[in-house]
């Protein structure tokens, strides 16, 4: 039967990792090819890079992390953060992505998600949603989280869905680096309407709440940051834990 | 020896590149191409395939010469080809992603959408699934049953021949993810992108 996924995913900021975790074995804790090297051997079903870097002059460092990553980790590998256009998609899967997640430039162009995931095909094309309560409903934000665009998260879920993407990253701003868990309500609405997968994020503080977005979230695959950043918990005991649970999830 | 991975703009070939480099290391020579050339003179052809099912045969058949190369490689000299996911679904007679579209038609029958019941299954099937190995094949040797595999597709080959199959997977029907019939070979999964085992049947192909 098909796994629960489990996806460790890596701040990268100027080609480095940002909130680095302190394995004692790690000769560079800021590398973030060793970071990913770490994470695929310990069972991460997948891994993904945020790519955080703020200015333009050093937007390139993304592609060389990736280049090197995917000469070294064989599972498949997310790359978001700045993607603005059908060329960045296709720069970033020429050097080794194998999915792209787009977010600012999916609400304020959903034409690239039509166009890239024409050219591309939808296995490749995820929709990252930035979502915030407001009153009963939860709305997008876009550019890391700092502007409000009104757009219904919902709605816009369902549009993306009809455009082409392949998988949605629904994220919950609220409870993003909170680590009292997922939004369960809004990871469970998303994931009961569309008919592809969903990979809840935001807010994991303990293994729990990764049961939590799987079965109460109705989510296929849970994202999480500082959890095993910081060494608090492994993959392998995630998924352990998980499995505990009666998840099914790959041993 | 040389290992030929056909690029004929089928979307995103970098992970079956590095892939295929990582196992081959220097005993064997991995060329990307689609020199028709150098594909006639290579020992193995891989076959990639990302996108619909159209975009690959249409793809293909943007390459003057493409087609008869490879049906020379795989059907009258019978040398070994491992087609991978959209790969895979080309050795059909059809394909109905987008629309009714011709294949190579080296393995009679035919690729339609996965059934998700309702919208009980999400589609794309999408992360790691279990081989139910049904038949030896060659690319299995030292592979376990039920190992996990990465899947991500809407669309499932049917063959006419359900001998030719040699694993499939549980989602919402039984799903096939491999085939083998003489010498072609295929598998839905990435086996690129499944970890030390994928790499493992990779080195089986390539180990032929």
């Known amino acids: ?251 | 020896m040389n290992v030929t991975i056909v690029d004929y703009n089928s979307g995103n070939i970098s992970s079956v590149i590095n892939s295929f480099k990582e196992v081959a290391k220097d005993k064997v020579n991995i060329e990307v191409t689609s020199d028709l050339n150098k594909i006639k003179s290579s020992d193995k052809v891989v076959l990639p395939g990302q996108g619909s099912f159209k975009s690959c045969v249409d793809a293909l058949n943007n390459i003057s010469g493409l087609v008869d190369t490879l049906n020379d490689f795989a059907i009258n000299n019978k040398k070994p080809l491992l087609g991978i996911c959209v790969g895979l679904q080309m050795f059909a007679d059809v394909g109905y992603e987008e629309t009714e579209t011709k294949g190579l038609g080296w393995i009679s029958g035919k690729v339609s959408k996965i059934d998700n019941q309702n919208g009980k299954y999400k589609l794309p099937h999408i992360g790691w699934n279990q081989l139910n190995i049904v038949k030896d094949s060659k690319i299995f040797k030292d592979i376990k049953n039920n190992s996990h595999m990465y899947f991500v597709h809407s669309y499932e080959f049917i063959p006419d021949d359900k001998n030719l199959i040699s694993a499939t997977t549980d989602y919402s029907s039984k799903i096939v993810c491999s085939v083998e019939k003489d010498n072609i070979f295929g598998t839905q999964f990435h086996p690129e992108k499944s970890d030390k085992i994928g790499l493992k049947i990779i080195n089986n192909f390539i180990s032929l």
């Not at chain 1, 997948?46 to 280049?67: G, H, K, P, Q």
């Not at chain 1, 166009?115 to 309560?133: H, L, M, P, R, T």
């Open chain 1, 1 to 251: 039967m098909l796994k629960n996924r489990i996806i460790p995913c890596l701040d990268v900021k100027n080609g480095r990792v940002v909130k680095g975790i302190n394995f004692v074995d790690l000769q560079d804790a800021g590398d973030p090819v060793e970071q990913a090297k770490i994470y695929s051997d310990g069972g991460a079903d997948e891994i993904c890079f945020l790519d955080i870097t703020a200015s333009n002059e050093n937007r390139d460092t993304i592609y060389d992390v990736v280049e090197k990553t995917s000469k070294k980790c064989f599972v498949p590998l997310t790359v978001g953060g700045g993607v603005r256009s059908v060329e960045d998609i296709n720069k970033l899967l020429n050097c080794g992505a194998d999915k792209v997640s787009i977010n600012t430039a999916a609400v304020q162009n959903p034409e690239v998600v039509v166009e890239s995931s024409k050219k591309f095909g939808s296995q490749c094309i995820v929709v990252a949603i930035d979502a915030k309560k407001n009153g009963d409903k939860w709305e997008i934000f876009t550019h890391g989280g700092r502007n409000n665009t009104g757009i219904d998260a919902i709605e816009f879920a369902n549009k993306m869905e009809d455009s082409g993407a392949g998988e949605l990253l629904v994220t919950s701003m609220d409870r993003d680096g909170t680590q009292v868990g997922y939004d369960i309500d809004l990871m469970s609405k998303i994931s009961s309407m569309v008919n592809i997968p969903v990979i809840a994020s935001g807010g994991v503080g303990n293994l729990d709440h990764l049961v939590d977005g799987i079965k109460l979230g109705k989510a296929s695959a849970v994202l999480a940051a500082s959890i095993f950043h910081y060494g608090k918990h492994s993959v392998k005991e995630a998924k352990e834990y998980l499995d505990s649970k009666g998840i099914p999830v790959r041993i």
